[in-house]
């Protein structure tokens, strides 16, 4: 009999649905039928004449609710092909039938289907299935958005195992949230878990990346409540409230801020509005945020002992869940676990720039770290699901991009060329990393060589009303009033809350920038940053932001030079001592804070700057603390503050940098 390129031999359509069927006509695949039942039997497609498609079968979880999922098999001249494969499972809230923005490459802008991606993955020996997440889409049950990914995905892998055509060995992918549900059922122990490729995502700890972050809340989780409220059954079957929907200027809702529940943007969809307000209001790092889905870090003990690759950018929210991720799981699982962090915004790896910065040829993905993004998976996969000597197993345990190095002209797009390279590690942070402090002084210097004897206070006034705008920075979802990447950090008319005359953000009065001098010899800076402050304020709680930036000098094609924004963080200051159990402030008391700020990788090359600036504010990023000390998405009023600094002597304010020393 003629057999395929698996080695299986071909099936005809009567003996692949005697298979699956059941005298009855049940499927025998453990209480699985078509979605929208007709009568009993499959529909299936063939998609090219090596992959068939069997659309929407109704996979039963713990509690009786169904997930409709779309599974690719292997085929030869349309028919089935007999056999166990290995499978590769993604899940995702974005409707599995719908093509995936991030099957890009640096030539093609249109992104490839799912149902090409699956073809690719089958022809090479896999089967794939695409699953909708609970509430979304063709699923049933009530969506609450990350909490029943972890669940969902353990009975999703669980079923895998009980199929005829699966051999035991299951393979995650997906971007963003589908890496948000393979993080989830990790966590849960998902059964048969063999390999996993994490894509931007996987809540290490969505307290601090992701939902909230140094205690305030990441507005992103309403632009994306917003969106993709639009898409909820509720509005989608009734034409009434998805006009009223459309008709809501998020802009002007901004302006409007603060909001209650029932009396916000996301009103009109009350399930997406509930879990919203239900993060936000969830200040304390309490059960709320230990669960399942969204706290891979109280569940690494029971993540699968698989291959696993977490993959983050500079310009992504994930890059500290990536880390973290890494840091732990490559220490207690017997998997190898590799980490890669590019310079792109969330999951835009087929291009060179982010923001109004390009770093080079080099910075794709495509090209550089594999000939495409579907090879370097499909290697990933070949290695540790079908045991291929392919050289995989040898490859780095870390590959990051150093940005920096470039010619600092605007080329032919408008954008600053800064350039970058890629380069190999053995593990992360890099381990000659010499952590240095650079240390803030009253003259607004940054410097390596002390912290300066002389007491000062510099302060400003921090007004609610007047945040300081975010422009760029590790942001996704905030369309239409946040984009990220790498910007000058001035205003101008494309990022929200900006006004003219659209001034520098360190001409602001309430923006403190410190800066080294003119460097004279290149500096790298590659890794976790972290900054020791001494602050105090006037009211009982505020904020105390802070960014780091690469300072070009003045140059010709831009006469005022360039202040790329590289990493920042933040503090909300009744965390200072304990995420759980928070504090006010007493007004006028000087007190330690430490802020973790998100890793990135620089070459700051001579002549360039390294600048500190600190403010209270980065709106509409984060939420804009009212500075009353009200509970947390409840404000009462809002209220200016007067916000303190204070340097040297006993209060020796410091950044610690992860300087990387010069190599052959």
């Known amino acids: 009999m003629e057999r395929d390129g698996t080695g299986h031999a071909p099936l005809t359509r009567r003996e692949f649905a005697s298979g699956l069927l059941g005298t009855a006509g049940l499927l025998a695949i453990a209480g699985v039928r078509p979605a929208h039942a007709g009568p009993p039997g499959i529909a299936s497609v063939a998609v090219g004449p090596d992959t068939l498609l069997m659309s929407n079968l109704m996979v039963p979880m713990r509690d009786g609710v169904q997930l409709a999922s779309d599974l690719y098999l292997p085929a030869h001249n349309g028919s089935p092909v007999s056999g166990r494969f290995p499978v590769i499972l993604e899940r995702t809230p974005y409707d599995k039938t719908a093509d995936s923005r991030s099957e890009r490459t640096p030539t093609v802008e249109q992104p490839k289907s799912r149902a090409e991606v699956a073809a690719f993955f089958v022809r090479h020996g896999y089967a794939v299935i695409y699953q909708d997440c609970r ?20 009975d999703t892998c669980a079923w895998i195992l009980r199929q005829p055509w699966s051999n035991g060995a299951i393979g995650t992918m997906g971007l963003s949230y589908a890496a948000h549900t393979q993080g989830a059922l990790g966590s849960a122990g998902a059964p048969g878990v063999k390999a996993m490729f994490l894509d931007s995502g996987g809540f290490s700890n969505a307290y601090q990346g992701g939902i909230r972050q140094g205690g305030a809340f990441e507005l992103k989780q309403v632009t994306w409540a917003f969106s993709e409220g639009l898409n909820s059954p509720q509005v989608k079957n009734d034409p009434a409230r998805a006009q009223a929907m459309r ?78 991720n890494y840091l ?10 590799r980490l890669i962090l590019g310079p792109w915004t969330h999951g835009d790896r087929q291009l060179t720039y982010a923001g109004s910065v390009d770093f080079g040829p080099a910075a794709t993905l495509d090209g550089n770290l594999a000939g495409d993004f579907l090879t370097l998976r499909l290697r990933w996969f070949d290695r540790w699901l079908k045991g291929a000597d392919n050289g995989v197993g040898g490859e780095p345990a870390v590959r990051l991009f150093v940005m920096g190095g470039g010619s600092g002209r605007k080329n032919s797009a408008g954008r600053l060329d800064h350039g970058g390279r890629w380069r190999a590690e053995k593990d992360w942070p890099l381990p000659d990393t010499r952590w240095t402090a650079y240390y803030l002084g009253a003259d607004r210097a940054l410097s390596p060589s002390g912290p300066p004897r002389r007491a000062a206070v510099l302060s400003y006034q921090y007004d609610p009303h007047n945040p300081v705008p975010t422009i760029g920075g590790c942001i996704t979802s905030g369309r239409p009033l946040m984009v990220g990447g790498a910007f000058d950090q001035r205003e ?57 930036i690469d300072v070009y000098p003045p140059g010709v094609d831009y006469p005022e030079g360039f202040a790329m924004n590289l990493t920042d963080g933040l503090l909300r200051a009744r965390y200072r001592d304990s995420w759980e159990q928070p504090a006010m402030m007493t007004p006028g008391q000087v007190y330690p804070i430490v802020i973790e700020i998100f890793p990135t990788s620089n070459l700051f090359k001579r002549g360039h700057r390294i600048r500190l600036d600190i403010s209270s504010s980065n709106f509409p990023r984060f939420d804009a603390n009212p500075n009353t000390g009200d509970p947390e998405g409840r404000p009462s009023g809002q209220r200016i503050a007067r916000n303190s600094l204070h340097l040297g002597g006993v209060h020796p304010s410091q950044v610690i940098l992860p300087v990387i020393p010069a190599r052959a």
């Open 328 to 337: 732990a799981l490559s220490r207690l699982k017997r998997g190898p676990v």
């Open 135 to 154: 509430g979304r889409y063709r699923s049933q049950g009530a969506y609450v958005k990350y909490l029943s990914d972890g669940a969902d995905g353990y």
């Open 247 to 324: 008709a809501i200027d998020l802009r002007d809702a901004f302006r409007r801020m603060p909001w209650h529940r029932g009396s916000s943007p996301l009103s009109l969809v009350p399930d997406y509005e509930a879990y919203v307000f239900d993060q936000w209001e969830h200040g304390n790092f309490d059960a709320y945020w230990k669960q399942l889905g969204i706290y891979a870090q109280g569940y690494y003990p029971q993540f699968p002992d698989a291959a696993m690759v977490h993959m983050s950018s500079w310009y992504d929210p994930y890059p500290r869940t990536a880390t973290d």
């Open 492 to 548: 101008a008319p494309e990022f929200f809350g900006c006004k003219a005359p659209y001034r520098a953000l360190a001409e602001r009065p309430d923006v403190l920038v410190f800066q080294s001098p003119p460097l004279a010899a290149e500096l790298e800076v590659t890794g976790p940053i972290k900054l020791r402050l001494w602050v105090s304020s006037d009211c009982p709680d505020t904020d105390f932001t802070a960014k780091l």
